[in-house]
């Protein structure tokens, strides 16, 4: 797939269409920012295009198996998986000890985190989960430098 980054904002875009954040913003400039967060770190197309999917299993119709339809890689769709928390399986913190184990998924879930923890994007709902997304940093940063 030669432009995998612009299908999976496009893709992204569309399936998180009609979302909203908790200030009431298009929940797309997340999934952007994590994106733009990656790209200003000099990391690869590929994870950028990770960033942009990273909430789209879990909070969307998009599926594992149709990000393997579309074409996109084997590294994007382990990576989304790694990323896509199901409550059903796994409280949060076995969740982030899982994604601690991929070097990928870490690389982007610290960027989501940044990104939930930048003031700009405070509302009452974020600031309630400002520890558990601390302490989330906390471990995964550990485990970047093990």
Request: charged share 25%; hydrophobic share 40%.
């Amino acid at each position: 797939m030669t432009d995998s980054l612009g299908i999976a904002i496009a893709l992204a875009a569309a399936a998180h269409a009609g979302q909203v954040d908790g200030q009431g913003k298009p929940f797309i400039l997340h999934p952007l920012g994590v994106m733009r967060r990656l790209a200003e770190k000099g990391y690869d197309l590929e994870l950028q295009t990770c960033g942009v999917l990273h909430d789209t299993v879990e909070d969307t119709w998009i599926t594992l198996k149709l990000l393997r339809e579309i074409g996109f890689s084997k590294r994007v769709v382990d990576t989304v998986m790694y990323l896509t928390h199901d409550e059903t399986l796994h409280d949060y913190e076995t969740y982030i000890g899982l994604i601690a184990g991929n070097h990928d998924a870490t690389v982007v879930k610290l960027a989501d985190l940044e990104d939930n923890l930048d003031p700009k994007r405070y509302s009452p709902i974020v600031d309630g989960l400002r520890e558990k997304y601390e302490r989330a940093a906390r471990r995964l940063n550990q485990a970047e430098c093990a």
